[in-house]
């Protein structure tokens, strides 16, 4: 079975590659060049994916990838700008790097801050599982839990909001989170809203997958195929709670 499955895995790919459209190899190259860290091989399979359970041709879905990733590296360098004046330092990848202190807020909140991560600012977003306790996925460690009094973050921008949403559903969605602790970092953000809840993820898919298991809760903006920080910090039924 598992050869037969790699077998049209493989055989799919190749057809994708040669299917004569012209503009696909040069669209790959220009997402892998913004998110160098995933594989020709994960984001083809993707696309396949998606291609094949929405009847969209694959170049269109590529073209909406590269779309939908530029729109929010423009963003990112815009509120870049915007903030320049008021502090010059970016948090790499997620890290704990900074002085200013996330500290405590009630359960099923969460934290936005600007972060480069994969080389750029798509931001980064934590879950509060506790009032003082943070569930979040980072490159350096996968999902890992961080007191909220220890994680730091560098950068003006940075916020906690809330979700709306009953009592019930933040603690089952917490708890599903916190069980999430150990899987490994994707760095797929491209297409992580088609990507499997359980495994490996990023920061955005752990706080998108939890509330859409358990409440139906879509906490994206924009409903693309990629789910990103600052889709989540924006998304309807979000509210500001208070700036870091």
Same mark, same amino acid.
């Given at each position: 079975m598992k050869k037969t499955l790699l077998a049209l895995s493989l055989a799919s790919t190749m057809l994708f590659s040669n299917a004569g459209i012209t503009n696909a190899d040069s669209t790959v190259d220009d997402i892998l060049k913004l998110q160098p860290d995933i594989?020709?091989?994960?984001l083809l399979e993707g696309v396949q994916k998606v291609s094949s359970s929405t009847g969209e041709s694959e170049q269109a879905i590529l073209d909406q990838m590269y779309s939908?990733?530029?729109?929010?590296q423009e963003q990112g360098n815009l509120e870049k700008m915007k903030l320049n004046q008021k502090d010059k330092g970016v948090s790499i990848q997620g890290g704990n790097a900074g002085s200013k202190i996330v500290g405590s807020s009630a359960k099923g909140n969460f934290y936005y801050t600007p972060s480069e991560t994969a080389y750029l600012d798509h931001g980064h977003v934590g879950l509060f599982y506790t009032s003082t306790v943070i569930v979040e996925a980072v490159p350096s460690a996968g999902v890992r839990l961080i007191d909220a009094d220890e994680r730091k973050v560098d950068s003006s921008g940075a916020v906690v909001k809330s979700i709306t949403a009953s009592e +019930?559903? =933040?603690k089952n969605a917490t708890s599903w989170a916190r069980s999430q602790v150990g899987q490994s970092y994707s760095?797929?953000?491209?297409?992580?809203?088609? +990507?499997? =809840?359980?495994?490996?993820?990023?920061?955005?898919?752990?706080?998108w997958s939890a509330y859409k298991i358990y409440g139906n809760l879509d906490l994206d903006v924009d409903k693309g195929l990629g789910v990103y920080p600052r889709d989540v910090r924006d998304a309807p039924g979000t509210k500001l709670v208070r700036n870091i």
């Open positions: 594989t020709k091989q994960e939908e990733l530029k729109a929010d +019930t559903v =933040h760095y797929n953000f491209v297409n992580n809203r088609n +990507t499997d =809840h359980y495994g490996a993820k990023n920061c955005s898919k752990l706080i």
